[in-house]
């Protein structure tokens, strides 16, 4: 029975919390207030969803860390070249006036010789062609007439001789004159002459100039107050001294220099010939160097000049 009672109280009060709660106005009393310790919180995260909100779709930034600045080092400064003096090329030598085209120098050669030359004649267009024996005796002589032209005129001719020994040394001369008879240009070359027994003909050499005059010039070249400058250059035959002559059209010598080479290399020179003449003479400046196996001159070069007191 007390049971029942019981139960039957607590029906009529829940009964009566139902209808307060629907017949009682619902009053707004505000917001829920944080309490103290959580209001930074609150504001930071605030702050985060505003921000989030403003950037929502705009192009994320990607920041780079920005390097420091280093001291750029100066230019290295490129030495400026100092101009220096260039070098006038030297003239080239030219064809020599007189070439031995066959046989070759030191060639063993029988009898007759065949020889083959190339001459650029004097104002005379005569050619003499000698050859000597090791003892200085004449054993051929020719005499030709030859052509002027300005690369020089062909020449063939055999060379007979005759010698007592098996072999003996020998110098084919060739040799051009001027009107007057002396001597313009002469090269000279020495073979071995045999008896008997076949011919070993060597090539031939070089057919340049054996000297070259840087001055005087080669044309209207002049000489004032009784000196003439000289510079070129020379290659030696051999260790003989080298003399350099003026001679006036008369065969006359009126200037004289001699020269010393250290060896037969191709050199350098300059040197000054004095001269005298008492009035403006018409010359001729000569080189030549002697044979020092055989009795004889083996090279002369010349070129004409004026000279004048």
Do not use: W
């Not at 619902?26 to 917001?31: A, E, F, N, R, Y």
């Not at 930071?44 to 779709?57: F, K, P, W």
């Not at 063993?108 to 200085?136: M, Y």
């Not at 001679?247 to 290399?265: A, M, P, Q, S, W």
Request: charged letters at 20%; one cysteine or more.
């Amino acid at each position: 029975m007390k049971h029942l009672r019981y139960s039957y109280l607590v029906f009529h009060a829940s009964l009566l919390g139902l209808l307060s709660g629907c017949l009682l106005p619902q009053v707004d009393t505000g917001p829920t207030a944080f309490p103290p310790e959580f209001f930074p919180t609150v504001v930071v995260e605030t702050a985060q969803a505003a921000m989030a909100t403003d950037l929502a779709g705009t192009p994320s930034l990607s920041i780079t860390a920005s390097l420091v600045p280093t001291e750029t080092p100066p230019p290295s400064e490129t030495p400026t070249p100092i101009p220096t003096d260039t070098a006038t090329p030297s003239p080239s030598a030219p064809n020599a006036q007189i070439q031995i085209h066959s046989p070759g120098a030191m060639s063993k050669v029988t009898s007759p010789i065949s020889l083959r030359i190339q001459v650029v004649s004097g104002g005379s267009h005569l050619v003499l062609i000698d050859l000597h024996g090791e003892d200085g005796r004449k054993l051929f002589s020719i005499l030709r007439k030859v052509k002027s032209l300005p690369g020089g005129y062909g020449i063939q001719v055999k060379i007979p001789f005759e010698i007592l020994a098996a072999a003996e040394l020998g110098r084919i001369t060739i040799s051009t004159k001027d009107t007057a008879g002396s001597i313009e240009a002469q090269m000279a070359m020495r073979v071995l002459l045999l008896s008997i027994g076949e011919q070993e003909l060597n090539p031939a050499g070089d057919t340049s100039e054996r000297v070259v005059f840087y001055s005087p010039p080669r044309k209207n070249a002049v000489a004032l107050d009784g000196l003439l400058n000289v510079e070129g250059r020379y290659l030696p035959f051999n260790d003989l001294p080298v003399v350099l002559e003026l001679y006036d059209l008369n065969g006359k010598i009126v200037g004289l220099r001699v020269l010393d080479f250290d060896g037969i290399e191709e050199q350098l020179f300059t040197t000054t010939i004095p001269y005298k003449v008492e009035d403006p003479t018409h010359a001729r400046l000569v080189l030549r160097q002697e044979d020092d196996r055989l009795e004889g001159t083996i090279y002369i070069y010349s070129q004409d000049l004026m000279l004048y007191p």
